[in-house]
């Protein structure tokens, strides 16, 4: 079972960063897509970031594609953490439209062809809430 946490939400204000991590144990395949989304209430879950994450015995060897929603493309880094294997969300330039739930999500298989459909991912962690004010 792909276990999914996140961490590193809070408050900031406008212009402002932030790092979220994604803890990821018991991948399900060899390659994986780990996304970040992000929510509204009452709105749709929206793709931010992804990245392909190869792995062998739950450790990741190496690192494929990333994928940006073009809205984050420029502040927003996915990578890989390499002291820990946590794949973190770096935001940089924070706008109080940044301001949702962010969620770490686990495709097992590449990116390719599901990012940014939140249907397509099968582990989901628990949310953490970033607010950003202006």
């Known amino acids: 079972r792909v276990n999914v946490v996140e961490s590193g939400g809070g408050s900031v204000q406008a212009g402002g960063s932030l790092r979220l991590s994604c803890a990821v144990s018991g991948y399900a395949a060899n390659d994986n897509c780990v996304a970040w989304f992000r929510q509204i209430p009452g709105k749709d879950r929206e793709g931010v970031a992804a990245i392909e994450v190869y792995t062998a015995a739950d450790m990741i060897y190496a690192l494929g594609s990333t994928y940006y929603s073009p809205s984050v493309e420029g502040r927003f880094t996915i990578s890989q953490d390499k002291t820990d294997d946590r794949i973190n969300l770096q935001m940089d330039s924070l706008t109080p439209e940044d301001s949702a739930m962010f969620y770490c999500?686990?495709?097992?298989?590449?990116?390719?062809?599901?990012?940014?459909?939140?249907?397509?991912?099968?582990?989901w962690g628990q949310g953490t809430q970033v607010a950003v004010s202006s």
């Open positions: 999500a686990v495709h097992s298989g590449v990116c390719g062809g599901h990012w940014p459909e939140s249907s397509e991912y099968t582990s």
